[in-house]
């Protein structure tokens, strides 16, 4: 039997289609009888999440589209919709009608309909747990739940724009992923690329080629750039801010720090804080 886990907007849904990000949003479970069609479309966006077995879209030129797990659909507006699931198959799926009026328009794809495959790994569980952040607030409607919404709409299509400006592979992704969860501990490459699956020498390698830095740089960078904004934003010491980044040897951090910015980290302060 199908399970269908849905929330609807509310009766001026018109009035805030305008207003707010999420007309409406739910989680299908849909066996192989389950189809949608609508010529004309609709006059918001469609987002699609699939979760397990597959479903298909048939394309505005023809054409029939698989997804599967991992898949994200995007319809344009005035697209004509059809979709369902696959013959023999089940399909479980996420979605969320909204409204492109509070988006920037740099987040959202131009072709009328995009399908872009999330590989396992931490960007395909960011979508996943924003898509049901939106079900639970649409559904629970408690203090700003439209402003949740709608932030987890913008990390979801802040994601996917990325992905589709610069696409790693799915293992440095990870890589990256594993160097910002760990960037206050000591990185050994031999655990990290264990992690990963690679060898230390095999990773080191595509990490360099599509970064541009060696794991080591990045990892420096990206402790330098949380370092800036300890420094920017907060009133802790130069060396409490080389303790909370990673940093266990304050000369290191110096010298890190004067090669990504040209100055020490008291002299970058001091220039921002000057008159």
Not at 18 to 23: E, L, R
Not at 81 to 97: C, D, F, I, S
Request: with cysteine; charged share 30%.
């Amino acid at each position: 039997m199908d399970q269908r886990i849905w929330s609807t907007a509310p009766e001026d849904e018109a009035q805030q289609r305008s207003a707010y990000g999420v007309v409406i949003a739910g989680h299908f479970y849909e066996d192989d009888s389950y189809a949608t069609e609508r010529p004309q479309g609709r006059e918001d966006w469609l987002l699609v999440y699939t979760v397990s077995g597959r479903g298909y879209f048939e394309g505005p030129e023809g054409g029939r589209l698989h997804c599967e797990s991992g898949d994200v659909v995007l319809l344009r507006p005035g697209t004509p919709q059809r979709y369902g699931t696959v013959k023999g198959e089940t399909w479980q799926l996420v979605w969320a009608h909204f409204s492109a009026r509070r988006l920037e328009e740099s987040l959202l794809p131009a072709e009328p309909l995009t399908v872009q495959s999330l590989e396992k790994g931490p960007v395909r569980k960011r979508v996943y747990r924003a898509m049901r952040s939106i079900i639970a607030d649409q559904r629970e409607r408690g203090d700003y739940w439209q402003e949740l919404s709608l932030g987890a709409l913008r990390e979801i299509l802040m994601l996917l724009a990325q992905r589709r400006r610069h696409r790693y592979d799915p293992r440095i992704e990870e890589a990256l992923h594993y160097l910002s969860e760990h960037m206050r501990e000591p990185i050994r490459i031999e655990t990290m690329a264990r992690h990963i699956g690679l060898s230390p020498s095999r990773l080191s390698h595509m990490f360099k080629e599509a970064v541009g830095l060696s794991i080591i740089d990045a990892l420096n960078r990206m402790r330098i750039r949380q370092a800036t904004l300890f420094l920017e934003h907060t009133d802790l010491t130069a060396s409490e801010v080389a303790y909370e980044v990673g940093f266990h040897n304050y000369n290191h951090f110096i010298l890190q720090f004067k090669k990504w910015h040209r100055l020490t980290p008291t002299e970058y302060r001091s220039k921002l804080r000057a008159p």
